[in-house]
């Protein structure tokens, strides 16, 4: 009896501890089924005689469920869903009832266009004639999926837009390259050539065919091409660079290039070249810079020419003003001259004193070199006439062997006069008496440097560029020192002891009046050359009766 009343004892607290675990696992169903996030109803289909679906009662909802559709449990439970939504139609009440009667379990989206929401629903059955429906509130995954579909539907019509554009652009920039008269040119990191336009094809003289994946050390040397590549691959982006390329069978071509950088289809870098011909404007500036060089050269020399005719125009004026000084005093004093030395003539045939003539003699002298001096002033300052005509200048100097005879028969005994001649030599228009006198007295001057022992050289040539003559007189004597050379033409300078010092100076103005140059090089114990230049002037049948 005991052992009954113990083991119902022990029946009984088994009982008790399985309701506390029962209550215990209700309580934490009810917890999760309260805290779930989601919507939970168990609900009861509701059919017809016939056995269709019509409706469905709420039998339990969750907190989410009451949370969602802002409503109370007391407002729901054993209500119909007509009833409490107010709907006309269920929404998606097949469905439920394929859940409740043949135990399908189905997932799907729906709309409430009441909450204006979407929902993901969840349905399964725990027996027939009832299910369950679970529903996660989805409307903004939705909407934001929505507001994504819509972006991305206005990124692809702009998408296809500017990829129009960009087709669009690149024609025209594709267009822009091809009929550049420009040079253009894509090359890889190596210098094989990636692509070519027309120009390039026309200038170099090959179809591009031929030219693509050839190499451009052909037309440019390649360490031209290196060094370009090395300053474009460092500074992605180079101009006004000149490079000279050469085709077979032209002249070289000058280019001003501009480079780039940019990437090729394998990511590697490619370097892009354009180039514009300045060959015709290289020349153009090398023609323009000798033409300035020409024009400054010619400023100068016509400078010098100005100044050169500005002193004679002084000298001209000078001489102008001792002509006719010179003229007045030979005239007061030739003829006091020419009583004295009567008088002196006089009395030497009376004298028998030799002392007494000696000195007669002396003044006599004198007398003689006054008159001498008168003499050249009066030819150095009277106006010449010039009475110009076609001769050969080799025949004027051919006959001053035969003054140089008369004037001193014995004296040149000694000296040899070498002449050389230009055969091919053309008639100058001179004056060929001016020009005699001029030849005559660089010989006399010649023979006198010389002591009357020496070579004389003579010889004449022409140059037909210039059309010009050139007659040079050229001595072993004792030369002309250096400080004196320059002064050599002017009036009154000499260093002989009896020299008057207007023979050079007769020389050049006649030399001058013949539009010529005169000039002298000369050196102390070597001798002295004296170069004349005559032009060829064209002039005819024209006089001139004055010095200018």
């Known amino acids: 009896m005991e052992r009954r009343i113990l083991s119902a004892e022990k029946l009984g607290n088994k009982e008790n501890e399985a309701k506390k675990k029962v209550l215990k696992c209700e309580k934490r169903y009810r917890e999760l089924f309260d805290k779930m996030l989601n919507g939970f109803a168990l609900c009861k289909l509701l059919t017809n005689k016939r056995g269709n679906p019509i409706d469905y009662t709420f039998l339990k909802v969750n907190r989410a469920f009451e949370k969602i559709n802002s409503m109370k449990k007391k407002d729901v439970i054993n209500k119909k869903v007509t009833e409490v939504f107010g709907f006309k139609d269920v929404p998606d009440l097949e469905k439920y009832a394929q859940v409740a ?17 979407y929902f993901k629903v969840s349905s399964y059955s725990p027996r027939k004639g009832y299910f369950v429906t679970i529903f996660e509130d989805i409307t903004k995954h939705k909407k934001a999926g929505e507001k994504i579909r819509e972006l991305n539907e206005e990124l692809n019509l702009l998408l296809e837009q500017r990829t129009k554009e960009l087709i669009k652009e690149q024609n025209y920039t594709n267009y822009l390259l091809e009929f550049s008269p420009d040079f253009q040119i894509t090359l890889d990191s190596e210098g094989e050539i990636l692509g070519v336009n027309q120009a390039c094809e026309e200038i170099i003289g090959k179809k591009r065919e031929k030219l693509i994946g050839s190499f451009i050390y052909e037309f440019i040397p390649e360490e031209v091409i290196k060094k370009v590549r090395d300053k474009i691959l460092k500074e992605k982006k180079v101009k006004n660079i000149e490079i000279t390329v050469i085709v077979p069978g032209r002249k070289p071509l000058v280019f001003d290039f501009s480079g780039a950088v940019f990437a090729n289809i394998q990511g590697k870098d490619g370097i892009y070249l354009s180039g514009r011909d300045i060959t015709e404007r290289r020349k153009l500036e090398q023609n323009l810079k000798e033409l300035n060089e020409n024009l400054e050269k010619k400023v100068i020399e016509r400078t010098k020419k100005l100044r050169e005719t500005q002193i004679q125009l002084i000298q001209s004026e000078k001489l102008s003003v001792i002509g006719q000084l010179t003229a007045g005093v030979a005239h007061e004093i030739r003829n006091p001259l020419t009583t004295m030395s009567l008088a002196i003539q006089y009395l030497g045939k009376k004298c028998y004193d030799d002392f007494q003539k000696d000195k007669l003699e002396l003044v006599q002298k004198n007398i003689d070199r006054i008159n001498k001096i008168i003499q050249g002033l009066l030819t150095f300052s009277r106006p010449y006439s ?163």
């Not at 009036?491 to 013949?514: A, Q, W, Y």
């Open 101 to 117: 009667l043949q135990g399908k379990e189905k997932v799907f989206k729906t709309y409430i266009p009441r909450y204006n929401k």
């Open 386 to 548: 010039f009475n110009f005509t076609h001769e050969n200048v080799n025949e004027i100097v051919e006959r001053l062997k035969l003054i140089l005879k008369n004037l001193h028969p014995r004296n040149i005994k000694d000296i040899k006069i070498i002449k050389k001649y230009d055969l091919k030599l053309p008639k100058a228009w001179v004056d060929s008496h001016h020009l005699e006198q001029v030849f005559l007295n660089l010989a006399l001057n010649a023979i006198e440097a010389m002591k009357y022992s020496g070579e004389l050289y003579i010889s004449t040539n022409y140059d037909p560029k210039q059309e010009k003559i050139k007659i040079r007189f050229k001595d072993t004597g004792c030369g002309i020192a250096e400080e004196n050379l320059k002064k050599i033409f002017h009036p009154f300078f000499t260093t002989r002891k009896d020299g008057v010092g207007l023979g050079l100076s007769i020389c050049k103005m006649i030399i001058n009046e013949h539009k010529g140059n005169i000039s002298a090089e000369s050196r102390l114990g070597e001798g002295t050359t004296f170069t004349i230049i005559l032009p060829l002037d064209r002039r005819r049948g024209r006089q001139i009766n004055d010095r200018g």
